[in-house]
């Protein structure tokens, strides 16, 4: 299985020469499982790149789309995504109920007049919405990946999702959007249980906006500090940690140094970029 980043900035896009490195567009990512399976993670900016990757369906082509919440930054690459505008394309919309929000009323909201001039029942691909079980024990099957969640810290909640795929033996988390030092213990155990069972995950995407001097001032925003990201991937056990929704005022430069400071306290971090491909390893 390979993850590709479409974009890795928190909050709001960006568009500057100083920013290309690592990348403006706010966050998406796609997991392509060796049956040619493809799951999308949220529908930031980066969803444009991911979509042209995919590029013009073949009958029956199909994606699906998971949702770790409804914040702007994580859905407004959604009403320009082309799949959605392609015949061929059969995309599924799928999130447990979260602030008793089922996935398709997200979706024909976002579209719905003033605010998009194409409404739902005029896309041509062919939809579907899935309200995903809150058990914390739930699986859903998606060709050769299963596909786990549980519920994180952060403002109007959000969900980690893990994809295994147990035909050769990898797992990833894919944490954006977490407060981890305002989680409580359950929160921090359920977490922690996503990145465990039902094997240890080698791979840890996790949401490290802020550093351990200024998230004092952003208490209760929803987000981490990068420090607390290696903690929790010491924990977590993993081989590898991505740290994302980069905070958009952190320049390619900035971020670089942010970087070297987190390998130099452990070799297995590193930060996401726009465009990265990366294969966890058993
Ligand atoms: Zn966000
Ligand atoms: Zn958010």
């Not at 041509?124 to 699986?139: C, D, E, G, I, Y």
């Not at 944490?175 to 249980?193: G, Q």
């Not at 996401?272 to 294969?279: C, F, H, Y």
């Amino acid at each position: 299985m390979k993850l590709i980043f479409g974009g890795v900035r928190g909050t709001n896009p960006v568009a500057h020469a100083d920013f290309l490195k690592f990348g403006g567009e706010t966050t998406a990512a796609l997991i392509e499982g060796r049956g040619g399976e493809k799951i999308i993670i949220d529908a930031g900016t980066g969803l444009r790149a991911l979509s042209a990757k995919l590029g013009a369906g073949v009958p029956g082509a199909e994606v699906l789309l998971l949702m770790t919440h409804y914040h702007l930054d994580h859905l407004m690459g959604l009403p320009a995504c082309g799949l959605l505008y392609d015949k061929a394309w059969n995309i599924e919309f799928a999130a447990p109920r979260r602030e008793a929000l089922k996935p398709g009323e997200v979706v024909r909201r976002i579209l719905a007049k003033p605010f998009w001039p194409i409404q739902l029942d005029k896309l041509q691909a062919r939809l579907r919405f899935t309200t995903l079980p809150s058990t914390p024990t739930a699986v859903r099957r998606y060709g050769g990946l299963e596909i786990r969640w549980c519920a994180v810290h952060h403002p109007e909640g959000c969900h980690a999702y893990r994809v295994d795929e147990p035909a050769t033996g990898t797992a990833l988390v894919f944490a954006t959007d977490i407060e981890w030092r305002l989680s409580s213990d359950e929160e921090k155990r359920l977490f922690l249980a996503l990145c465990h069972r039902p094997r240890p995950a080698q791979l840890l995407v996790m949401d490290g906006q802020f550093n351990r001097t200024n998230i004092a001032t952003f208490k209760g925003w929803g987000h981490s500090a990068w420090e607390d990201d290696l903690e929790v991937a010491q924990i977590a056990g993993v081989h590898e940690l991505l740290i994302t929704h980069h905070a958009p005022q952190n320049t390619d430069a900035q971020l670089m140094e942010i970087e070297k400071a987190a390998r130099r306290i452990w070799s297995g971090a590193a930060l996401a970029r726009s465009g990265m491909e990366i294969e966890p390893h058993g």
